[in-house]
């Protein structure tokens, strides 16, 4: 980790602070705190950070709305830390463009799981857009709109192959069910989940070695969809 | 004949008329003028069945007709008639007075009907006025029983409704009888299975008459629309079968009502208890959430190796910090349950006001830590009251005021001892309180838009203050001070050892 990632923690509980401070500095991370939204706001016109710890519970600006803030002028990676238990606030702000949630109360390995995985993304953002994708014994060739496994093709339908490299390309970042849907179904198609439930249980039997237990492409109960690389969530 | 004591009396009093006008023309006037004589008679017959029941006014004129022949119509003393025009007049008499006093007797009877309708309509409605104060208790029912019994004059009312197995009577009057269930269930099957009301025979469904321990009861099915819903029974004074069924309708529609108001205000209470519970797991989810977030992650951090000396001190403060908000938190809930069961019962002891303060403190060091604590006692003389009650509540405004005042601000603790008892006012220099939440302040749950903004903080310190304050009969308010801040006044009612000289001083 060179150089040293600088993450902004924004949280207005000063036992959040003194906890989670020490912790990512712990781990090899420079830490900046804000209290507010409005500090975070200024001290990311200062100074982009590498990545945002954002709890939505903030005493001056809606979490969801420093999110659509800072998204309109940068892709800095946020985690956000949703203490309401309303799975409604991390939807939104998912959609506004947050890269993962960390549900309080969470454990710190949680939390540093999401941010080491959020920081990786960005760090190789610009190389998924095109060409292959490895995951595992899964090869995706966006190029030929193909799939491979043990490098046997996989046939997928254009729906199949569209929602699987939609989650490769934003691989180990939660997709909302929304979000996915508005991206293959298009804006009207947003409230009709079972269609993407029925799509994601047909690819799962094409590309899962155990469709029961599926290691590639996560749920995300009442959010949304994960293709997870496998080593994410194996925090060395 | 007779049934009425005041019958005979107007019989006498019809009969000693015929027989005075007759002595009166035949002794000293020596009327003999057969129109005179019948018109006079006449009109003692007419004023009779005016006033008094038909056979009296029948008797009466056929006494006057034998005297009108026996004394008037020639040849006189005798009960033979010569002239055979006298025969007519005699019996036109005898028709006149009979046909007026039938017609005379009708009118009175409509006119005693439209009394005694007159009556009973002035009772039903004041019945219905009283069904309509009534309230939402199972009391209702019975209270309802009392005014039947009350506004008709009854020795006995009751309103008996079918339980699953059983029925439920409630009696009222001043002659009670137990009903019997078989005659109750009977009459009530009865009501079921037949017409409202028999426009034809003129009878209503379901009414009967029981006899019981020798009292005629009458027994009214209660219908809403044409169910019913129960029995009225009735004792005592007679009344009509029609004012009956009617006084049954707004009996039943009370009952119907009353049973109406009692499930609201369960339904009420439901809700009540679910928005309660709403309330509660929303304010208490995020506040156990944070300090259980920050316990999990310092203890790793005192774990992990690379911490300093001073870097582990502070985690383990930290939890010990949050630790303390969780224990208090959970006192919080406990304390609010132990209010709503009702388990607070004031313990009065003599204790020294300056000690209520110490405890109160003691009890929210933590929070406290950041400000500044102004104590004035005076005069701190033992006072009568539950130190345990006091402090809590004390120590909930304390901890109130460390949340809204800024850190390193004074909060003044003044206590005083009035003729009301022991005051104690607890002064911040915060931001003060906005007048919209002012009213609102003590409601459970009750978060101000500035509070609402802030993460920590339940709403459920002030009403707890409040319950354990009303437990020892105290009150607590809260204002804006002189100079801006919040402040707030406790008032326990409390026997002092040395007599306040004068209050506030």
Redesign the interface.
Same mark, same amino acid.
């Given at each position: 980790m060179t150089p040293r990632s600088r993450i902004l923690l924004v949280d207005?509980?000063v036992?959040?602070q $003194?906890?989670?401070g020490?912790?990512l500095r712990?781990r090899g991370y420079d830490v900046e705190i804000a209290g507010t939204g409005a500090d975070a706001l200024k001290m990311i016109a200062n100074e982009t950070p590498d990545l945002i710890v954002l709890d939505l519970?903030l005493?001056?600006l809606e979490g969801t709305e420093v999110c659509r803030r800072v998204r309109a002028r940068s892709k800095v990676p946020i985690v956000v830390l949703s203490? $309401?238990?309303a799975e409604a606030d991390k939807v939104d702000a998912l959609d506004l463009g947050a890269d993962d949630y960390v549900t309080?109360?969470?454990?710190?390995e949680e939390?540093l799981a999401r941010i080491r995985v959020a920081l990786r993304r960005a760090a190789s953002e610009d190389q998924t857009t095109s060409g292959h994708f490895r995951a595992g014994d899964l090869t995706i060739d966006y190029d030929r709109r193909r799939v491979l496994r043990h490098e046997a093709e996989i046939r997928l339908t254009p729906k199949e192959f569209e929602l699987l490299s939609l989650l490769a390309h934003n691989h180990d970042r939660v997709l909302t069910h929304r979000s996915i849907l508005k991206a293959i179904w298009g804006p009207n198609a947003v409230e009709q989940t079972e269609h993407l439930w029925t799509l994601v249980a047909q690819l799962r039997k094409k590309i899962e070695p155990d469709p029961a237990n599926p290691q590639y492409l996560m749920s995300e109960p009442w959010v949304g969809y994960r293709f997870a690389t496998g080593d994410s969530d194996n925090p060395t | 004949m007779a049934r009425d004591p005041s019958d005979a009396a107007r019989l006498g009093a019809g009969l000693g008329a015929v027989a005075i006008v007759t002595f009166v023309y035949v002794q000293w006037l020596h009327v003999s003028n057969a129109a005179i004589v019948s018109t006079t008679f006449l009109m003692v017959v007419l004023v009779l069945a005016a006033t008094s029941r038909l056979w009296i006014a029948v008797v009466t004129s056929a006494v006057a007709m034998l005297c009108f022949n026996f004394f008037f119509l020639p040849p006189v003393g005798t009960w033979t008639i010569a002239d055979p025009q006298n025969w007519m007049a005699l019996f036109a008499f005898l028709a006149v007075s009979l046909v007026a006093s039938n017609l005379s007797a009708v009118a009175r009877v409509r006119t005693q009907e439209a009394v005694g309708r007159r009556d009973e309509l002035a009772r039903l409605f004041d019945l219905s006025r009283d069904v309509l104060v009534m309230t939402d208790s199972r009391e209702a029912i019975a209270i309802l029983a009392r005014s039947i019994a009350r506004r008709f004059d009854l020795e006995f009312a009751a309103i008996a409704l079918p339980r699953s197995s059983d029925w439920d009577v409630f009696e009222a009057g001043p002659q009670r009888t137990d009903l019997d269930t078989r005659q109750l269930a009977s009459a009530f099957a009865a009501a079921q299975t037949s017409l409202e009301f028999d426009a034809y025979a003129r009878t209503y469904a379901g009414h009967r008459t029981v006899t019981i321990e020798g009292r005629a009861i009458r027994l009214v099915p209660l219908r809403v629309g044409t169910k019913p819903i129960g029995l009225l029974a009735a004792a005592g004074r007679p009344i009509e079968a029609g004012t009956l069924d009617a006084l049954g309708g707004v009996v039943a529609i009370a009952i119907e009502r009353a049973q109406f108001l009692e499930e609201r205000k369960a339904g009420e209470l439901t809700r009540q208890s679910e928005q309660l519970k709403t309330a509660l797991l929303a304010s208490v989810g995020h506040d156990l959430r944070t300090p259980l977030t920050a316990i999990r992650v310092a203890a790793t951090n005192i774990q992990a190796s690379s911490l300093t000396a001073d870097d582990r001190l502070d985690q383990s403060n930290l939890i010990l910090a949050e630790v303390e908000r969780l224990t208090r938190l959970f006192q919080n809930i406990l304390e609010m349950a132990r209010l709503d069961a009702g388990g607070i019962a004031a313990e009065s002891r003599w204790t020294h006001p300056s000690e209520i303060v110490a405890a109160a403190r003691g009890q929210v060091e933590q929070t406290l830590r950041q400000h500044n604590v102004s104590v004035t006692v005076d005069p701190d003389v033992p006072v009568q009251l539950d130190p345990r009650l006091t402090a809590a509540a004390l120590a909930h405004l304390l901890e109130n005021a460390a949340e809204y005042a800024p850190s390193g601000s004074t909060i003044d603790v003044h206590g005083r001892i009035t003729e009301e008892g022991l005051v104690i006012q607890v002064r911040d220099h915060g931001p003060g309180i906005a007048s919209a939440d002012l009213p609102h302040l003590f409601e459970r749950f009750y978060r101000g838009d500035a509070a609402r903004a802030r993460a920590s903080g339940t709403g459920m310190g002030l009403w707890i203050a409040r319950g354990l304050l009303a437990a020892e009969q105290g009150r607590v308010w809260a204002e804006n001070g002189p100079d801006g801040g919040a402040q707030f006044t406790i008032v326990v009612p409390a026997a002092a050892k040395e007599p306040a000289a004068s209050p506030g001083i």
């Open positions: 207005d509980e036992a959040i $003194r906890a989670v020490p912790l712990s519970g005493p001056d203490a $309401r238990g309080k109360p969470f454990g710190p939390l | -």
